[in-house]
Nanobody, 125 residues
Framework: QLLLVESGGGLVQAGGSLKLSCLAS????????IGWFRRAPGKEREFVAS????????DYADSVQGRFRIERNNFASTVWLLMDSLKLEDTAVYYC??????????????????WGQGTQVTVSS
């Protein structure tokens, strides 16, 4: 079993940057794909970004492409979501998740079996 803990959320002005971290504990972290999802108030959870087990492949939602970057360090059992040029509509609770199809970069939440508790990101005008 993998335990995931997100951190790094907070309040930031539009146009600013934040770096979210997802720290994993448990065996074989380097075999899992990791994804970031978010849920805004009154909206469904949506895919943000994902990275495969080596870190060599990543995928992004169209809404964050070019502004967000996902990275991982398997030695540190950590995945980061670097967010630049933040917009009001990026306000949400951000979750990281681990999926067993490690060679892929899944976009569907159904592909992930372990989830963190989330971290709040609030973008203000």
């Amino acid at each position: 079993q993998l335990l995931l803990v997100e951190s790094g959320g907070g309040l930031v002005q539009a146009g600013g940057s934040l770096k979210l971290s997802c720290l994993a504990s448990g065996p074989m972290f380097n075999t899992y794909a990791i994804g970031w999802f978010r849920r805004a108030p009154g909206k469904e959870r949506e895919f943000v970004a994902s990275i495969n087990y080596t870190g060599g492949s990543a995928d992004y939602a169209d809404s964050v492409q070019g502004r967000f970057r996902i990275e991982r360090n398997n030695f540190a059992s950590t995945v980061w979501l670097l967010m630049d040029s933040l917009k009001l509509e990026d306000t949400a609770v951000y979750y990281c998740a681990a999926g067993t199809a490690g060679w892929l970069t899944p976009k569907s939440s159904h592909e992930y079996i372990y989830w963190g508790q989330g971290t709040q990101v609030t973008v203000s005008s």
